[in-house]
């Protein structure tokens, strides 16, 4: 599967952003899915997870109750809603693909995934 991530931006702190994850080749269902970040100089580090079948979510304490992972598995796609942005979220973020068996497993390990996007950058000012 290809993933593409876009949606990135320039924003001040406070303001909200949308990011889409677009999948082609198999079906996107088959795999569980998240977002991962990578701020400069540091390493790349879990955002949010997805089941399968979108219902099941789990996310990084510092985005916890600001940021939203949802899916659209007809459309074959997967969405962060980031809100109440703050300089600190500033990164390139990445979308992520892995197979599970179960349609209510979410992955925060990035071993796990199989196929990555290719990065979208996010860039918060104070």
């Known amino acids: 599967v290809q993933l593409q991530a876009f949606g990135g931006g320039l924003v001040q702190a406070g303001a909200s952003l949308r990011l889409s994850c677009a999948a082609s080749g198999r079906s996107f269902s088959v795999y569980a899915s998240g977002w991962f970040r990578q701020a400069p100089g540091k390493e790349r580090e879990f955002v949010a997870a997805?089941?399968?079948?979108?219902?099941?979510?789990y996310y990084a304490d510092s985005v916890k109750g600001r940021f939203t992972i949802s899916r659209d598995n007809a459309n074959n796609a997967v969405h962060l809603r980031m809100n109440s942005l703050k300089p600190e979220d500033t990164a390139v973020y990445y979308c992520?693909?892995?197979?599970?068996?179960?349609?209510?497993?979410?992955?925060?390990?990035?071993?796990?995934?199989?196929?990555w996007g290719q990065g979208t950058q996010v860039t918060v000012s104070s």
């Open positions: 997805v089941s399968r079948s979108g219902g099941t979510t």
């Open positions: 992520a693909a892995g197979a599970t068996e179960s349609l209510f497993t979410v992955v925060a390990d990035p071993l796990h995934y199989d196929y």
